[in-house]
């Protein structure tokens, strides 16, 4: 290279030395580092994805696995269509069976209610001329209900029956025997106030027993209900209707009920009937 040309060059360095600043070298330099440090960046998230990736390839073979496991239960129900086809129609036949039976439940179940209606109503015309809050008579659950006051039927803490109620008892009575077919529970119930007492009644227990039981001997003895159709039973405190904190509450649950309803052994054999077979 000739001097001439070694000047060129050297002029032309020191134009460029000359031309750049120190202040777009900072910037030059600041560019610089900053790709460094995306280039780092970039790396760390191209291991993250590999991580994700290997992550996917072990959830595709587990869901291919799963795929074959369902495509080989597919094919055993394919096999056993046959086999399945007959469990169907053996299932249909039961539930076409079970439905008769439903149905004659149903039957048997609206007849009862409408008699049950029309002893209600024989009743509340027969005592129409007694204090609602001595008598209550309620359709209920298929049974025919009648709530009787502690009040008309006892003294307090004994458990005979008053004089005064046998108008009533003998009017109840008379239904009863007109429903020959039914059967009859009576259930005592007291509230929930000790009894002091060293003779019978000893407790609540006593007192709702002999006072369900006393009322049985005289639906038996006076009006010629069959002892057979009835079951006398004492409740004590532990069915009460309301809160015993109240007077109002004590006196309500002091109560002695008669249930009349379809005479148990007959319901029972409607339910033994066994679902007749197509």
């Known amino acids: 290279m000739n001097i001439g040309k070694i000047g060129a060059v050297l002029g032309m360095a020191i134009m460029m030395t000359s031309c750049v600043s120190k202040k777009q070298f900072d910037a030059l330099n600041e560019n610089y580092n900053q790709c460094i440090t ?17 992550g996917l390839a072990s959830e595709n073979a587990l869901l291919k696995g799963q795929n074959d496991a369902l495509k080989s239960s597919l094919d055993a129900c394919l096999a056993n269509s046959g086999k399945g086809s007959a469990n169907i129609d053996k299932l249909i036949g039961e539930i076409n069976s079970s439905n008769k039976y439903i149905k004659q439940l149903i039957s048997t179940n609206a ?5 049950n209606l029309a002893l209600s109503n024989k009743l509340k015309r027969s005592l129409d001329n007694i204090a609602d809050s001595d ?3 309620k359709v209920l659950k298929g049974v025919v209900m009648i709530s009787l006051s502690d009040n008309m039927l006892y003294k307090t803490g004994d458990y005979n029956i008053l004089p005064a109620a046998q108008e009533v008892l003998g009017k109840v009575a008379k239904v009863i025997n007109d429903y020959d077919t039914y059967s009859v529970l009576i259930e005592g119930n007291t509230d929930n106030v000790p009894l002091n007492s060293n003779n019978l009644p000893k407790d609540n227990w006593d007192l709702s027993a002999l006072r369900a039981t006393s009322m049985a001997k005289v639906l038996q003895t006076k009006f010629g209900v069959n002892p057979s159709r009835i079951t006398a039973g004492g409740r004590s405190e532990y069915n009460p209707k309301t809160t015993n904190a109240s007077v109002s509450g004590r006196a309500e649950n002091r109560r002695t009920e008669i249930i009349i309803m379809p005479k148990l052994d007959e319901f029972m054999k409607l339910m033994d009937i066994a679902p007749v077979k197509n």
């Open 38 to 54: 995306n280039v780092g960046e970039r790396q760390r998230e191209i291991q993250d994805l590999k991580g994700v990736n290997t």
């Open 135 to 137: 008598v209550q008579v």
């Open 111 to 115: 007849k009862n209610d409408s008699l």
